[in-house]
């Protein structure tokens, strides 16, 4: 058999272009390298929905950041993922840093964003009394918010396999060769064909172009490192506060979490390896110090976790999207670092685009349902609906992981739904067991447990996070 | 709704023996409402001996010091109900709860005793540096894997923290098989009981290393080894000192936090050096008819310890369930002189009329020292101790003579002298 498109890689990018491409008759697979989605940038960043005044005026980042901004609400209402319209600040300590804010604003102005303020000292500590009283003013942008990432692209991915994407995990595209019109594609999982390919690889997209002779995306790695701090302390600031931007990026945040935590971070660090995911004792000290500068109450004794997303920074410092003029049927989706994530809904629109034009006549899929149905959340249900959702499965009544209060009936949907969960770590992004404060301390024997019933293995080939990550070894003497 | 003159939660030792004296007491409907399958709380998961030398004068595994008390409980009229979550007590003693069988339960109290016992500090606050393997896990879980499950969690492991649950794992880890490397305290003395340290360590050789840290974990996918490094005075890791060690289990035994997130929502107040309630000599929170007691109140490190002091709850519990009129009170809050970090009860109502037992640890290793009590301007006891430790908790008694003499501008201090 061979796909009408092959989607290499299940992150944000891929999952909602995968979805996206499912809105017509075509036999899409979505293929992705390790034992879940979102496993790589799109698991471990901001999570910030920006309003679009950083990138350059005519970018497709500009656009498409933009675009994506005010496509986020209405995508995130219908795949029921947690979405809030906070506002950003980008809060200026001197006169000279509210010559840059007056600059972002001018560039929101070109880029089209909307309702932009600035901010004296005054307005601005009315509105968030915790900011530092170093601070001289700000520039509002209202229409940027905050999203849980890694939600969004389960979400997406499950709403693309309900209408007819084929996800397989653990397997990652090796080689790819290309005669007759079709791609092969050789991977960990047999030969793939497919008449399109979609580079949606993230870290990984300049090598998956090498493969089919395209030189042209030139990736940096950068690491930034984070920490998530308790939810005692999660309404320290109600908007995402940034720093004025640098050569580097957007500097040192704080902001609120959707689920309520406060997270500071990240830094900025160019590094070689494309899998470095480690925090580092400078890094984390980095963060540490500026982020009191913005809120001096900030403090990591209310530490939950700390962790590493590392952008895949390109050279030309735009998004490349678009078939490759090697192979006008390779699509690129690459050198998509922030506002990747902001972007994904424009960018999946403007790929799905690409690939049907150049494609001709191609049917749109009448039986399309765009919506995810919700998932039920015990620890956000009314009394009425929890008892009425125990009548009916006995196991939304059993608490296993107190710090979230997550019940075995939620684990096992996670487990059972489409593209569903197969490690620790699986469960926890889609379900937030062991996300509290005690760290899976408590819950996370359970989850191993309930994995390995559900999966029918024995709990010592249950991982943390596919590969070799197993939690337990043999059986005690 | 259902009506409870005591609502218990937690059915560890602690919850346990608090529910029995206040039915000894006379207190007539109880229910004691645990999350856990089974009662027993953390005893459950530990198989090795050494509870119940004070309280039983026998040693004793965990399950069976908690075996004493559920077979207890068995012959009385004491509800149980376990794989039952307690979600919410509201300031009314409206206690809710959840489990499989009656869906969501809402019981009103007349009181309720606090028993959620505590939970160990993990990876994130301890501020690691490093890779996102597989393989690091606090101890107790580690335990929960072997004792409970029966499954390895390590081969070669690495302990960081010398808290007695680490101390535990590392002979219950070698004794499995394991090799355990080194246990690694950042402070220059150990959190864990001096027999914990000859049993656990020194008659196995595994080497202890004070004033030392883990500063960076290795490995991708399972955890392959971790760095670590002496500390200076203030904490800091020293560079030169780094050392590369080779193993795939990292087990954390950093400290107890007690489970106060309930306590928190009724408003109780919270001591913040215990991370407990504040509470009176009968373990009563500043919030009417709310009792806490044991490793929730603050962290013991002997159960005999826990019992007794349940016990003081599940009595006040049923004096205040039972006696019309409040008794008579005045209290006087007791502070802490040199080297003493912490004393539990905050709050003595003199009026009591009995012996009060203050507990405390100190915050350092003190060699030799005397243990001060004072009253008054009044040296009512000076005891000699050859050590002091801060992973020991020490007790000194203020005499029922003592407090009756007392009115409420009174002053109780207790002081370690070198
Ligand atoms: C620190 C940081 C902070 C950020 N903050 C924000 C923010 O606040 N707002 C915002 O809008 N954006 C933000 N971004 C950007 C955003 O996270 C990314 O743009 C987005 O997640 C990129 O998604 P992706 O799908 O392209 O890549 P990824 O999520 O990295 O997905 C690529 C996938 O491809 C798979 N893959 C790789 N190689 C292969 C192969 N050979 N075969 C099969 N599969 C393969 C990988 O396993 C991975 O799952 C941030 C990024 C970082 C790193
Ligand atoms: C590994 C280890 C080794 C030890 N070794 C020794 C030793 O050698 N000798 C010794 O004397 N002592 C030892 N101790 C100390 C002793 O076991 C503890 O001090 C004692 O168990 C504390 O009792 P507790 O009832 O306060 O707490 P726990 O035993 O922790 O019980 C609390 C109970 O409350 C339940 N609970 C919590 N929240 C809720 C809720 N919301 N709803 C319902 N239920 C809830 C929990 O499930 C738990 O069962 C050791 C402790 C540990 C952890």
Do not use: W
């Not at chain 1, 990240?266 to 500068?293: H, M, Q, R, W, Y």
């Not at chain 2, 409206?94 to 016992?117: P, R, S, W, Y």
Request: negative net charge; hydrophobic residues 40%; proline residues 3%.
């Amino acid at each position: 058999m061979c796909f009408d498109v092959a989607v290499i890689g299940a992150g944000v990018i891929g999952a909602l272009t995968a979805r996206e491409l499912a809105k017509y008759k075509l036999n899409i697979a979505l293929l992705e390298a390790t034992n879940d989605v979102a496993m790589g940038a799109s698991k471990a960043n901001s999570g910030i929905v920006h309003a679009g005044f950083d990138a350059k005026p005519g970018t497709l980042k500009a656009k498409l950041n933009v675009k994506g901004c005010s496509m986020m609400p209405a995508v995130c209402a219908d795949l029921s993922v947690p979405y809030k319209n906070n506002g950003s600040l980008v809060v200026a300590f001197s006169e000279e840093e509210m010559e840059t804010v007056k600059n972002l604003y001018d560039r929101g102005i070109a880029n089209g964003v909307p309702g932009m303020k600035i901010l004296d000292k005054k307005a601005l500590k009315e509105l968030e009394p915790n900011l530092s009283d170093e601070v001289c003013g700000a520039l509002d942008a209202p229409s940027a918010g905050i999203v849980c990432p890694y939600e969004l692209t389960i979400a997406a991915t499950e709403n693309a396999v309900v209408n007819g994407v084929e996800f397989k995990r653990n397997c990652k595209v090796e080689a790819i060769s290309f005669s007759d019109g079709v791609f092969s594609l050789k991977t960990t999982l047999g030969e793939i064909k497919a008449k399109y390919i979609v580079d949606a690889a993230g870290a990984y997209s300049d090598e998956i172009a090498k493969m089919i002779g395209d030189n042209s995306v030139e990736l940096v790695m950068r690491r930034g490192e984070y920490f998530i701090l308790d939810k005692a302390v999660g309404n320290m600031v109600s908007h995402t506060i940034f720093q004025c931007p640098s050569k580097m990026g957007k500097g040192i945040l704080v902001s609120p979490t959707v689920d309520g935590n406060l997270l500071i971070g990240p830094t900025a660090e160019d590094i070689d390896e494309k899998d470095n995911t480690s925090t580092t004792a400078n890094g984390l000290n980095t963060v540490k110090t500026f982020s009191v500068k913005s809120c001096p109450a900030v403090s990591t004794r209310n530490a939950i976790t700390s962790f590493t997303g590392l952008r895949a920074h390109p050279v030309n410092d735009d998004f490349t999207l678009g078939a490759s003029k090697v192979n006008a049927q390779f699509i690129h989706a690459s050198g998509i670092e922030s506002p990747g994530l902001t972007s994904a809904p424009a960018i999946a629109e403007y790929l799905a685009d690409v690939i049907t034009n150049a494609m001709g006549e191609v049917e749109k899929n009448d039986s399309f349902n765009p919506v995810r149905e919700e998932v039920f959340r015990f620890r956000h249900a009314s009394d009425e609906e929890r008892e009425a959702a125990i009548a009916k499965n006995p196991a939304y009544g059993r608490i296993v992981c107190r710090c979230e209060t997550i019940t075995e009936g939620e684990i096992i949907d996670a487990i059972k739904a489409p593209a569903g969960a197969r490690d620790v770590d699986g469960v926890k992004r889609r379900t937030r067991a062991g996300m509290g404060r005690c760290q899976g301390g408590f819950c996370g024997s359970k989850v191993v447990e309930i994995l390995a019933r559900e999966l029918g293995c024995e709990v010592n080939e249950i991982t943390k996070f596919g590969a070799s990550s197993n939690i337990l070894f043999d059986k005690t003497k | 709704m259902l009506n409870y003159d005591l609502v218990v939660v937690g059915g560890g030792p602690a919850g346990m023996a608090a529910a029995l004296k206040a039915k000894e007491c006379g207190v007539e409907s109880i229910i004691i409402l645990e999350r856990a399958e089974t009662l027993g709380g953390i005893l459950e998961q530990c198989i090795h001996t050494g509870f119940g030398l004070h309280y039983f004068g026998e040693e004793l595994s965990g399950p069976e010091y908690a075996a004493k008390f559920i077979d207890q409980l068995e012959n009385t009229d004491i509800t149980v109900k376990t794989d039952t979550m307690v979600l919410d007590v509201d300031d009314n003693n409206l206690v809710t709860a959840v489990n499989k069988q009656d869906g969501l339960l809402k019981i009103q109290a007349k009181a309720i005793v606090l028993a959620m016992g505590c939970r160990e500090r993990p990876r994130g606050a301890l501020e690691i540096a490093g890779t996102r393997a597989s393989g690091i896990m606090t101890a107790g879980t580690a335990q929960k894997y072997v004792n409970i499950d029966g499954y390895m969690p390590g081969k070669k492991v690495v302990i960081l923290g010398s808290g007695d649950i680490g101390l535990i794992m590392a002979r219950r880890m070698t004794l499995e098989g394991a090799e355990v490397k080194v246990v690694c305290e950042l402070m220059p003395y150990s959190g864990g009981l001096t027999r914990n340290i000859v049993q656990c360590l020194d008659d196995f050789g595994i080497p202890l290393k004070l004033s030392t840290t883990v500063v960076e974990t290795h490995g991708k996918n399972r955890l392959e080894g971790v760095t670590i490094a002496q500390v200076d005075e203030k904490l800091r890791p020293i560079e030169s000192t780094k050392e590369y060690i080779e193993c795939d289990t990292l087990m954390l035994s950093c400290g107890l936090i007690p489970e106060n997130e309930l306590t928190k929502n009724v408003g109780i107040s919270i001591d913040r050096i215990t991370n407990g309630a504040v509470v009176d000599e009968m373990r009563q929170t500043d919030h009417k008819g709310v009792f806490a007691c044991g490793n929730v109140l603050h962290v013991h490190d002997l159960v005999d310890y826990v019992t007794l002091e349940a016990q003081l709850a599940g009595e006040g519990a049923a004096q205040y369930i039972l006696s019309d009129c409040a008794k008579e009170t005045e209290y006087v809050s007791p502070k802490t002189g040199n080297g003493v970090r912490y004393l539990v009860p905050q709050k003595v109502n003199i009026k009591n009329g009995n012996d009060v037992k203050l507990y405390f640890r100190v915050g350092q290793i003190y060699k030799n020292a005397r243990v001060v009590l004072e009253c008054d301007g009044e040296i009512i006891s000076s005891k000699k101790k050859v050590k002091l430790a801060p992973g020991e908790m020490e007790n000194v008694v203020i005499p029922a003579a003592t407090l009756a003499k007392m009115n409420s501008d009174s002053t109780i201090t207790v002081r370690v002298e070198e």
